[in-house]
């Protein structure tokens, strides 16, 4: 229930900085927020997966190895996290600051 509600989470976050960018307002602070939450979203939800799966979910049998991997390359792929996190403190700053 609680990896459920964070893919919720994850969902609407990316639902938002989409709907802001169809309709011509700034949307980078929210596609930064929606791409480092989900990359961590997906990593935690792999390995969890991994470890329910015991010894088998780290053999290339299963799909869940490959997921894994995946997972983790995500938060390299596109921006670390840490650049996403600092993004969005630079527009939390220009926000709070005024």
Excluded: H
């Excluded at 480092?36 to 049998?61: L, Y």
């Excluded at 299963?62 to 630079?90: C, H, N, W």
């Amino acid at each position: 229930a609680e990896i459920a509600c964070k893919i919720e989470a994850a969902r609407m976050l990316t639902l938002n900085a989409a709907r802001r960018k169809e309709n011509g307002l700034s949307f980078a602070k929210e596609a930064a927020m929606a791409k480092s939450f989900a990359s961590e979203v997906a990593s935690e939800t792999t390995s969890r997966c991994v470890q329910w799966m015991g010894g088998v979910g780290f053999t290339k049998d299963l799909p869940q190895e490959k997921f894994f991997r995946d997972s983790m390359i995500g938060q390299i792929y596109e921006g670390t996290t840490l650049v996403q996190l600092t993004t969005i403190a630079k527009f939390l700053k220009k926000e709070y600051a005024a």
